[in-house]
């Protein structure tokens, strides 16, 4: 006996979802020169309190007050042995990025104290600020294939290659920086560094996720 009920139709596969948008060369010039801006505008609120924060900004940041070596220089310095594994696993065209970009936040290092002069910074605006436009500047940066070096590359290898996200990486690194902080920072200030730079990467943590920006 035939059944009379009509056959259920197979259901449809979902669509698959659009392939990421690569940006122009324009928009990859226009989004690290303000990645990196806003970056080093972060670190020079961070610097104006005497403060700290993580990644090899922060470590260059905690070596300037040790020592007497401009902050520009110091960065590039320290994100030197960063460049072989960035080469290794991100390939050239990001290691290339990520160059120009802590070339160009050294140069900005310079300028921001010309251009404010003299000016008096409350220590927790300091700190949250800094650290706010740090994430937000790593943020743009990250999508734009280009980083600041350092522990960044490290959290965006490990990320890609065994799922961690990059915020929460990096926050366990920045940690190990702010510890160091004891050394030659006031435990208050290395209290409110802690604090922000776990904001820092609480702003990458939530915003930076694999799959959730499709743009390249």
């Avoid at 990421?20 to 670190?43: A, K, M, Q, W």
């Avoid at 924060?53 to 994100?79: E, K, Q, W």
Wanted: proline residues 7%; neutral net charge.
């Amino acid at each position: 006996m035939t059944d009379p009920r009509p056959e259920t139709p197979a259901p449809r596969p979902a669509p698959s979802p659009p392939d990421g948008v690569r940006h122009s060369l324009p928009e990859d010039v226009l989004g690290i020169l303000t990645g990196t801006f806003v970056v080093s505008l972060g670190l020079y609120l961070l610097g104006s309190v005497g403060a700290v924060t993580g990644g090899t900004a922060g470590l260059a940041l905690l070596l300037g007050y040790a020592v007497d070596v401009p902050f520009g220089v110091l960065f590039v310095v320290v994100n030197l042995p960063f460049f072989v594994l960035a080469i290794w696993k991100k390939g050239w065209d990001f290691t290339i990025r990520t160059g120009l970009s802590i070339v160009i936040v050294s140069a900005l290092s310079a300028l921001h104290p010309a251009m404010f002069g003299a000016t008096h910074v409350d220590a927790v605006y300091g700190v949250l600020a800094g650290n706010v436009l740090a994430g937000i500047g790593l943020l743009i940066l990250f999508r734009h294939r280009s980083s600041v070096g350092g522990f960044g590359i490290l959290a965006l290898v490990l990320q890609d290659t065994v799922g961690w996200r990059a915020g929460y990486v990096q926050m366990v690194l920045d940690a190990c920086v702010v510890l160091a902080a004891f050394a030659v920072v006031p435990p208050s200030t290395v209290l409110l560094s802690a604090c922000g730079a776990v904001l820092l990467n609480l702003v990458l943590a939530l915003n930076h996720r694999p799959g959730r920006y499709t743009g390249h």
